[in-house]
């Protein structure tokens, strides 16, 4: 005797597969978003850092607000190329993977499709990047003074990387305390380091 299903269970096994899927686009949004947040953060210290590098040597503004949108450009170019190519390499292989499993050309372009677009990662990185590493040439951009503008350079960027560590842990679920400090200790120390060497190597003179 065939059994007819009970609309209870039909109803809960739909409800399970509605949540699986809520909480996998959930899951890949969060990645995306938790990139993005970590591509701005690269762009925040590698920026910041070349800045007071320069700044530990030239106190010209020009000189330090140049410096930074040279590492702006180049940073954003380098991250969009970086991810273009990582995405397009993992790209093939899954397609590749996908025709080895699946004859039917209907379905492999659907599966396709659903695959990151290496553009559209590129574009993400380059913009992400792009948005870390204006706050510190924004925050230079109008303080003639030379030790005034080396302050409040630290100062956007220690409030830039506190915004972005919060972020980062709470995409990813992570203690928020603990992963702001780690990441606003880092800034500090990629920015001192990188002053204290220039500096260095600036009073030793290079001829």
Not at 47 to 54: E, K, N, P
Not at 128 to 155: D, E, N, W
Not at 175 to 180: E, F, G, I, L, N
Request: hydrophobic share 55%; with cysteine.
């Amino acid at each position: 005797m065939a059994t007819i299903p009970d609309d209870d269970m039909v109803h809960h096994q739909t409800t399970v597969e509605l949540e699986s899927k809520d909480l996998f686009d959930y899951s890949k949004r969060s990645q995306w978003l938790r990139a993005a947040v970590l591509g701005a953060n690269d762009g925040l210290v590698s920026t910041a850092s070349l800045m007071m590098g320069v700044g530990a040597v030239k106190k010209d503004m020009k000189a330090m607000i140049l410096t930074g949108f040279a590492g702006l450009v180049a940073g954003a170019c380098s991250m969009a190329i970086g991810e273009f190519v990582s995405v397009y390499s993992q790209l093939d292989i899954e397609v590749a993977q996908i025709k080895r499993e699946i004859n039917r050309r209907d379905i492999v372009e659907a599966e396709v499709e659903s695959l990151p677009n290496p553009w559209q990662a590129a574009a993400a990185s380059a913009l992400a990047f792009s948005l870390g590493a204006i706050v510190p040439l924004l925050a230079a951009s109008f303080i003639k003074p030379y030790k005034v503008r080396l302050l409040v350079v630290a100062a956007a960027v220690t409030v830039a990387l506190a915004v972005f560590g919060w972020l980062g842990a709470a995409l990813g679920r992570a203690p928020t305390v603990k992963s702001t400090i780690r990441v606003v200790v880092g800034g500090w120390m990629a920015m001192a380091i990188t002053y204290a060497l220039t500096m260095l190597i600036g009073a030793k003179g290079l001829h």
